[in-house]
């Protein structure tokens, strides 16, 4: 009885975990191909909470949360800010912003057939052990990243991606402040 619950769970979990990939490419979808900045802003938020969800399904609580406090309350946020500020009034402004629809189009596509790939391969074939694997020297401590989820990122982000960290809070802040110059620049 007990193997059966789990086998269960297993494939409940795989569904689900389908349900949010599923719902993460129409949110990357509604983000791209939306006319309304606003209607973008909600499909990225949907695709956020979307990927929060596929980290619960893989048992990684600390990454779902981070991607929720992260992406989904600040990012957005600042998106939605800069949404308000800056103002797409102008025809011209709009018709600059909608010429990446054929681009966008093939992104989509491609990412929606290796997603599909992806999930086939791990429907019909082994999956992972473990959802996180650290390098050796790391977990010299005993630690298990299966049990261990907030340590084994913590250092698998501080130990080994501290750069590449760093370099995406410069370039997120770079963003912030382009916003706020674009937005005086057109109001002054």
């Not at 391969?121 to 082994?126: E, L």
């Amino acid at each position: 009885m007990e193997q059966l619950e789990q086998l269960f769970s297993t494939v409940l979990t795989r569904h689900v975990f389908l349900i949010f990939g599923v719902l993460s490419v129409i949110g990357a979808g509604a983000m791209i191909f939306s006319r309304n900045a606003v209607h973008s802003v909600i499909g990225f938020l949907l695709a956020m909470l979307s990927i929060a969800g596929a980290y619960l399904c893989l048992r990684a609580e600390f990454l779902a949360m981070a991607q929720i406090l992260v992406y989904a309350g600040g990012i957005v946020v600042l998106f939605l800010f800069v949404v308000m500020l800056v103002e797409m009034t102008k025809y011209k402004e709009r018709k600059i912003f909608q010429t990446q629809t054929p681009v966008a189009l093939v992104v989509v596509l491609i990412s929606a057939v290796t997603f599909l790939g992806v999930f086939l391969k791990t429907i019909f074939g082994k999956s992972a052990e473990v959802a996180l694997t650290l390098n050796p020297e790391l977990t010299g401590d005993g630690l298990n990243a299966a049990t261990h989820n907030v340590q084994a990122v913590s250092r698998g982000l501080f130990a080994d991606y501290l750069l590449p960290f760093e370099i995406l809070s410069v370039i997120l802040l770079v963003a912030l402040v382009g916003a706020v110059v674009l937005a005086k620049s057109e109001r002054g």
